[in-house]
């Protein structure tokens, strides 16, 4: 995969998106980088807490995938960020992504979705 262009894909979709990381299911980070002029609101340890606690949420919730489905996206909404997460394409990777509390995230998620799908077609 070219992490690169896909992080660059999504932060283009919308100017509010803060933070794009991709990693793997156990929380590996493959790719990660802010916006430009975006200031980290998490230490680099609480942003390493914050994405082990997203990936290890979304393993616990696909335990359940063979009774309600496969997950298709996880919205946090804070007072000072949204946080999503949610495959690439596959069940090996996550995006772990934050944007500014006002940012149209089911925007957001509708242009990611269509670049995971991308990934998808393109295996």
Known sequence: MEYQRIHQDIMNLDQQIRLVTICD????IIFSDHRSGVKNLLSPEE???SLEMAVNAWKERSKLSSKIGRGKYVLAEYEKIKRITMPLGDEIH???????PGADHDRIIQGV??????MLIKK
């Open 113 to 118: 979705a269509r670049i995971a799908g991308k």
């Open 25 to 28: 299911i156990s929380g590996k």
């Open 47 to 49: 942003s390493k807490r």
């Open 94 to 100: 996550l995006l772990y992504i934050t944007a500014e």
